[in-house]
């Protein structure tokens, strides 16, 4: 099965300032089939992104995926209060679906 | 508006077995199918299997083979999931979440583009 590695595993910084999030893949991912999913405590993740660079119903355009094959990166462009918060990666181009293990986006 | 509603927690002893329910609503429940993923306390996302809305075919993850089987009534769009011979192990927040095909439904290729609110499921002696 493919492993997603997130880096890094605690980012900290200030509202207004931007993100970014990297995800690896140990092999490359088929079609380019990776979500992102943002998750704050006590809720269930929310999809954000699929197909690598296609933002969900309602995602703010804040939120901007890109990369192929291997290296993916999600950028949040001006973090806002509620931007804060663990985002996981997932990729889906083979069985079984796997996640990466998070990276958290805190308040510095 | 596409809602998936849980069953709530549950406590169970090491060796029994758990049924957690998740009815859907806000889409025609038989065009799409149904993945569990579980999160134990402060981990990340285990994909655990999935079920199809239509004729009920699964797929489930290696690692729960044997212990986990998943159904639907579709005459109340409900999926159900039930896992057996817990161990502690198995303590986690268990999340239903709508499967979006890329492709091939039974191929494995879901992302995950609605959630149930997750039910917390206890093993404890």
């Known amino acids: 099965e493919i492993v997603l590695t997130q880096s890094p595993g605690t980012l900290s910084l200030s509202p207004g300032e931007r993100a970014t999030l990297s995800c690896r893949a140990s092999q490359s991912v088929s079609s380019n089939f990776l979500a992102w999913y943002q998750q704050k405590p006590g809720q269930a993740p929310r999809l954000l992104i699929y197909?690598?660079?296609s933002r969900a119903t309602g995602v703010t355009d804040r939120f901007r995926g890109s990369g192929s094959e291997t290296d993916f990166t999600l950028t949040i462009s001006r973090l806002e209060p509620e931007d804060f918060a663990v985002y996981f990666c997932q990729q889906y181009g083979s069985s079984p679906v796997t996640f990466g293990q998070g990276t958290k986006v805190e308040i510095k | 508006q596409v809602q998936l509603v849980q069953s709530g927690a549950d406590a169970k002893k090491p060796g029994a077995s758990v049924k957690v329910s998740c009815k859907a609503s806000?889409?025609?429940?038989?065009?799409?199918?149904i993945s569990w993923v579980r999160q134990a306390p402060g981990q990340g996302l285990e994909w655990m299997g999935w079920i199809s809305g239509y004729k009920g075919y699964t797929n489930y993850a290696q690692s729960l083979q044997g212990r986990v089987t998943m159904t639907t009534d579709t005459s109340t769009s409900t999926a159900y999931m039930e896992l057996r011979s817990l161990t502690s192990d198995d303590t986690a927040v268990y999340y239903c979440?709508?499967?979006?095909?890329?492709?091939?439904?039974?191929?494995?290729?879901?992302?995950?583009?609605?959630w149930g609110q997750g039910t917390l499921v206890i093993v404890s002696s």
């Open positions: 806000g889409f025609i429940f038989t065009s799409f199918g």
């Open positions: 979440a709508r499967s979006f095909c890329a492709g091939d439904c039974s191929s494995g290729r879901w992302y995950f583009d609605y």
């Open positions: 197909g690598a660079s």
